[in-house]
């Protein structure tokens, strides 16, 4: 059996003028997540509509077919501890964590690239 190395942002990139969240990662992907979509893709219990629907089975197949159906802008962006990143939305909303591992997997195909 293969166990994989943890992988970690090297690198997080908040562009406001465009509406994307740009992440580095160690294995040398890159990852450019438009912030509309992100903010739907929220893996809070009251984003997910309770906690049966936390985990892997309440995330989204593809990032890129969330569609917002308002603007959403993040107006901060905070580390947590060595796993996550803690957003704060325009909408107020910021319960949310986006760990790592989840902002790893929600990398959408069309924007990764490796450097």
Same mark, same amino acid.
């Given at each position: 059996?293969?166990?994989? $190395?943890?992988?970690?942002? !090297? ?14 990662w ?6 450019? =997540? ?10 809070c219990? $009251?984003?997910? $509509?309770? *906690? ?9 197949? @593809? ?7 308002? !603007? +959403?802008?993040? /107006?901060? %962006? $905070?580390?947590?501890g060595?796993?996550? %990143?803690?957003? #704060?939305? @325009?909408?107020? *909303? *910021?319960?949310? %964590? #986006?760990t790592? /591992? =989840?902002? +790893?997997?929600?990398?959408?195909? /069309? ?5």
């Amino acid at each position: 059996m293969t166990v994989m $190395e943890p992988v970690f942002p !090297t690198n997080i990139t908040l562009e406001q003028s465009t509406g994307y969240l740009t992440i580095d990662w160690s294995d040398g992907r890159v990852c450019r =997540y438009p912030v509309g979509p992100l903010r739907l893709a929220c893996p809070c219990a $009251e984003c997910r $509509e309770g *906690h049966e629907r936390m985990g892997r089975q309440g995330d989204p197949q @593809n990032l890129l077919d969330l569609i917002p159906l308002q !603007t +959403y802008r993040v /107006e901060r %962006l $905070e580390l947590v501890g060595n796993y996550a %990143l803690q957003v #704060y939305w @325009n909408d107020g *909303h *910021h319960t949310g %964590l #986006y760990t790592w /591992e =989840y902002l +790893y997997r929600l990398c959408p195909a /069309e924007a990764s690239r490796a450097r």
